[in-house]
Each structure stands twice: as structure tokens, then as C-alpha cells.
């Protein structure tokens, strides 16, 4: 048996050991789980032709059929590839979490910040009952929150530098990402509709890179990974919704990655998913006003 048999021998092994609702196993499956269901509820929305969703439609179904040069089986089939891909991959590098040491480090961890707080709260006359809380305060909601946000910075960083290099370099754009725009109309389904290779360098790469640097937790990092699919989902669904915070609370939204996907905008907006920093900085924005003024959106209720 060579070395690459016994590899992937070793990774089926592995693969069928873990335990599945095991926090690190979850960060892998529950964002599937969550792009499927979440697309399954547009596809249905889509199909019913509701009166109510429709006003918030931004292109119509004629022009999804017309203008879109693939065809949905072969979207969900890629998919569907891309993911079990990741999954296979994500199972030959998984490093079981021991919950002992977990639990050992845990406790450490706020014992020492208990400490650091009662220093302070010693001072000025406050109880001991009050640092246990700042100290659980700060580990259960400072610490993830600020690693949840740097990790949104830093894999918004990481997409726009390869998703730009995906346009600017010409062999690249035609083998690897003109897969994606084919979809000229974007549906929520064809949100992670890309080549093997773009679902790898920007999508898994991207989220493994902002959860290592950030050091979360496995259980951080499946909130993270679901919350950043449902986005991209939420970013190609085809509807403006005023309502859907995914879209009021971020300038990156459903219309702002439309405008990229059509021809006036292919080499504009390049950010996603969550900020347009690297857009306004870069001079690579297009606003929807500007869209607007080239007849790509109709206005929404």
C-alpha cells in the first residue's frame, strides 16, 4: 500500500470515528445545513410568485431564464461537490478537541481573569462576587464578540484580494471564476455555485484562516461559518428586502453584489461578504445610486 492509499485509508478511518455532534464536527456540517435550508426558503419564494416578495424582486424570472447560462441542476450538483470536498478535507484535518483539557483550560482562564479584576475591585471597596462576573463577562461575551469581529475583517480582507486577482488575471477568470458569473441574474442557490478550486482558495480557506488567527473556539467557529453562509446566501437571494437585517445592517447586501454580477459592474465591487472596506479604499466601489443611474435597479417598496 503506498503512502497515498494509507492517507486516505487513515482519513476514511478517521472519518468514520468522529463523533458528529462534536463541536468541531458541527462546524462542518451545520453551514451546510443552513445553505440548504436558507436556499430552499428562496427557491419556494421564488416559485410561488408571492405578491409580498415580489415587489422586492430585483430582476424578474424572465430575465433569470434569458440571461442566466447555467442551469439550476448543474448549479446544485456543484455545489453539492464543493461541499462534500470541503467536508472530506475538513475530516482528514481535524484535530479532536480533548474536553478535559478544554474544561481545565476554561477554568484557568477565568480564574485568572477573577484575579485580575479583584485587583482592581479590591481597591475600590467592590465585592468578590462582582470580579466572578466581569471575569465571565469578559469570557463569554467580550473575547467572542471581538473574535467574531475580527474575523469578519479578516476574511472580508482575505475574499477581496483573491476575488479581485480572479477578475484581473485573465487565465484564472476564464477557467476558474467565470463558473460563478454565469449567473448574471444571482439566486440564492447559486451563492456557492463556483469551480472546486474558488470554493476552496476563498470560501474554506478564508474561514479557516479567520477562525486560526483568531484562535476561536470549535463551537465560535461553527456560529461563524453558518453565520458567513447565510450571508452569501442572503447576498445572491435576488431580493432587496428592507427588513432583512442581513441586508439593512450591512452595505454589502443583496444589491451592492448584484451590481458586480452585471456587465457595467463586473470589475466593481469585489468586496464580500460583510463590509465595503476594501472597495471605498481601493476605489473599486460602485454605488447603488450610480447603479441606479445605469438602469440596473428598479426601486423597492
Not at 164 to 171: A, C, D, E, Q, S
Amino acid at each position: 500500500m503506498n503512502a497515498t492509499s494509507q492517507f486516505l485509508t487513515s482519513g476514511l478511518q478517521s472519518f468514520t470515528c468522529k463523533d458528529p455532534w462534536s463541536d468541531e464536527v458541527l462546524a462542518l456540517w451545520v453551514p451546510i445545513v443552513a445553505y440548504w435550508s436558507y436556499s430552499t426558503f428562496f427557491h419556494f419564494v421564488m416559485k410561488a410568485n408571492l405578491q409580498f416578495f415580489e415587489q422586492y424582486r430585483i430582476h424578474t424570472i424572465g430575465d433569470m431564464e434569458k440571461r442566466n447560462k447555467v442551469s439550476l441542476s448543474r448549479v446544485l450538483s456543484m455545489v453539492a461537490l464543493q461541499q462534500v470536498i470541503q467536508v472530506i478535507l475538513g475530516f482528514l484535518v481535524l484535530h479532536p478537541v480533548d474536553p478535559v483539557r478544554y474544561v481545565i483550560e476554561e477554568e484557568n482562564t477565568l480564574r485568572w481573569l477573577s484575579g485580575l479584576f479583584l485587583s482592581v475591585t479590591n481597591r475600590l471597596g467592590m465585592s468578590f462576587h462582582l470580579a466572578n462576573i466581569l471575569a465571565k463577562f469578559v469570557y463569554w461575551i467580550m473575547i467572542p464578540a471581538i473574535q467574531f469581529v475580527s474575523a469578519m475583517v479578516i476574511m472580508d480582507a482575505h475574499q477581496y484580494f483573491f476575488h479581485r486577482l480572479f477578475h484581473i488575471n485573465k487565465f484564472l477568470y476564464k477557467h476558474v471564476h467565470s463558473h460563478h458569473h454565469r449567473l448574471y441574474v444571482p439566486y440564492a442557490f447559486g451563492a456557492l455555485y463556483n469551480h472546486p478550486v474558488e470554493g476552496f482558495l476563498l470560501d474554506s480557506l478564508g474561514a479557516a484562516i479567520a477562525i486560526e488567527l483568531t484562535r476561536m473556539s470549535p463551537k465560535m467557529s461553527m456560529v461563524f461559518f453558518t453565520f458567513s453562509t447565510l450571508k452569501t446566501v442572503d447576498d445572491h437571494c435576488g431580493y432587496a428586502l428592507p427588513w432583512d437585517p442581513l441586508q439593512f445592517l450591512f452595505g454589502n447586501n443583496v444589491q451592492y453584489h448584484d451590481i458586480h454580477h452585471q456587465s457595467y459592474g463586473i470589475k466593481r465591487n469585489f468586496s464580500q461578504p460583510f463590509f465595503t472596506i476594501w472597495d471605498k479604499l481601493l476605489g473599486t466601489e460602485m454605488s447603488i445610486k450610480e447603479a441606479e443611474k445605469r438602469g440596473g435597479f428598479k426601486k423597492t417598496n
